[in-house]
């Protein structure tokens, strides 16, 4: 059993949860876990941070009993610690709302409201940093091949945001493709279906910021379940 397997197993993560956080593909990650797929220079590096390591040829290592019963005993500990945090912060936080009345409640308000990544756990940031979407690389996407699609691709995530930006994007794609055949064929009429991904495209180049911040606050969503922050 490769070390990454046994990391994963050790701490109670599926295949599924795995390839949600870090956005690979479920199936890739049971291929390179039994080392029957050499990852991806981005995917090793995707994993080494996720478990913590300093690079994938590590995790990708056989692991030793010791190594296996080390692991499940650090996990156990980590779960044990969170726990015992969490019960303190529910006996503690009772006394301290009523101590203080309504101005620590406004000041939890304000708090929760400007919520930081810095104030997250390291996993959470780098995890974060990875899969985020940049407003400049999308913009750019819909300015250039916005009648593709490409915009819509990059900030459609079906397990973050539904399946609606992927589906217009396909079919962007799809108009656009039909479209140059026809055109390429001889039929020129092939030039008025592409009005349609071009008004999109335009219409989209002054909405594609909300979409990454659409995109970006679902993934920080996503990530606060996953740690189970509240």
């Not at 104030?119 to 959470?124: A, F, G, K, N, Y």
């Not at 606050?217 to 740690?227: G, K, P, T, V």
């Amino acid at each position: 059993m490769t070390k990454l397997r046994a990391l994963r197993l050790a701490k109670g993560l599926t295949l599924k949860q795995v390839a949600q956080d870090t956005g690979l593909h479920f199936s890739d990650l049971s291929k390179i876990e039994v080392r029957r797929l050499k990852p991806y220079p981005s995917q090793g590096a995707l994993l080494s941070l996720y478990y913590g390591y300093a690079h994938i040829n590590e995790l990708l290592e056989d692991a030793t009993d010791e190594e296996i019963v080390l692991m499940r005993t650090q996990s156990d500990r980590a779960k044990a610690r969170k726990r015992d945090i969490s019960r303190h912060m529910q006996s503690v936080l009772p006394d301290i709302s009523e101590g203080t009345g309504s101005t620590t409640t406004e000041k939890t308000m304000n708090a929760e409201e400007e919520i930081d990544i810095t104030d997250r756990p390291v996993e959470w940031v780098l995890m974060y940093e990875a899969r985020k979407r940049s407003k400049l690389v999308a913009s750019a996407l819909c300015f250039f091949a916005g009648n593709l699609g490409f915009h819509r691709f990059y900030v459609g995530d079906e397990a973050l945001v539904g399946p609606r930006s992927y589906n217009i994007g396909f079919g962007l794609l799809m108009i656009t493709t039909v479209s140059i055949v026809l055109i390429m064929g001889g039929f020129y009429i092939g030039f008025i279906p592409l009005v349609v991904p071009w008004g999109v495209a335009a219409i989209d180049y002054f909405r594609v910021s909300g979409m990454v911040d659409l995109f970006n606050r679902a993934l920080q969503n996503h990530l606060d379940e996953r740690f189970k922050i509240n």
